[in-house]
C-alpha cells in the first residue's frame, strides 16, 4: 500500500538550490519540506520552499524520516560539500539520486548514493556516477565513463568514452575530455579547456593552455 511521496530536505539556499529544485519537482518520491541553510542567511524562502532550520536541525529530520540533498554548489572548492556528505552519512541520513525529467540515463548506468544529474544532461551506456555528484546541464557522459566520488561536471562539458574522472574533479563548462583519459583526484579543468592526454591528481588544465599541467592556486 503506498503511503505517498516522503519528504527531502535540501540542504542549501544559494542559486544552485533553485537548479536542483527544478530538476527534482517531477521525481514522485519525494516532496521537498525546506531548505536548511546558516542563521544568519535572510531570506526565510527559496523558490517557493521554507527555510525550516540549520545544520543543527539534521538529526530530528532524520529522526522524522526526511531524506536529505545536498544542494550546495562546487566550483574551486568541494570541501563544504564532502563535509556535509560526511556528516550526514555518519548519521545513516538518507540521500537520493535524482534524474531530471528531461535527462537521460542509460539503464546500464550506474549512479551514486545522492548523485544528480540536470537537465538534458546524458549519462551513457555503463557510465557509473559516484557519490554526490553534480552532472550539471546538457553534459555529457558517454560509455564507459567513470566519474568518481565529489565531483562536478558543469554545463555543456563532454566527457568522451571510457575516461576515468578521480575524487573531487571540477570540470568546467563546454570542456572536453578525449576518450581514455585519465583525471586524478582534485584535479581543476577550467570552462572551455580540452584535455587531450592525463591530468595528475590536484593539476589543473585551462582554455588558454597548450597541455602543461599546472598546478592550481590556493583557494
Known sequence: MSTGPRSLVLIGGGGHALSCLDAIRADRRFVVKGILERPDFGRGSVGGIPVIGTDDSIPGLIAGGAAFLIAIGQIRSVSARKTLFEKLTSLAAELP?????????????????????????????????????????????EHGVT?????????????????????????????????????????????????????????????????????????
Open 97 to 141: 539520486s535524482f534524474a531530471a525529467p528531461s535527462a537521460y540515463v542509460s539503464a546500464s548506468a550506474t549512479l551514486g548514493i545522492g548523485a544528480l544529474i540536470m537537465e538534458m544532461a546524458i549519462v551513457g551506456p555503463g557510465a557509473v556516477v559516484g557519490d554526490n555528484c553534480i552532472i550539471n546541464s546538457r553534459a555529457l557522459l
Open 147 to 219: 566519474i568518481g566520488n565529489h565531483c562536478h561536471v558543469s554545463t555543456g562539458a563532454l566527457v568522451n568514452g571510457n575516461c576515468r574522472i578521480g575524487d573531487g574533479v571540477f570540470i568546467g563548462s563546454g570542456a572536453v575530455i578525449r576518450d581514455g583519459v585519465t583525471i586524478g583526484d582534485g584535479a581543476f579543468v577550467g570552462m572551455g579547456a580540452r584535455v587531450t592526454r592525463d591530468l595528475q591528481a590536484g593539476g589543473a588544465r585551462y582554455a588558454d593552455q597548450a597541455g602543461s599541467d599546472a598546478r592550481p592556486s590556493a583557494v
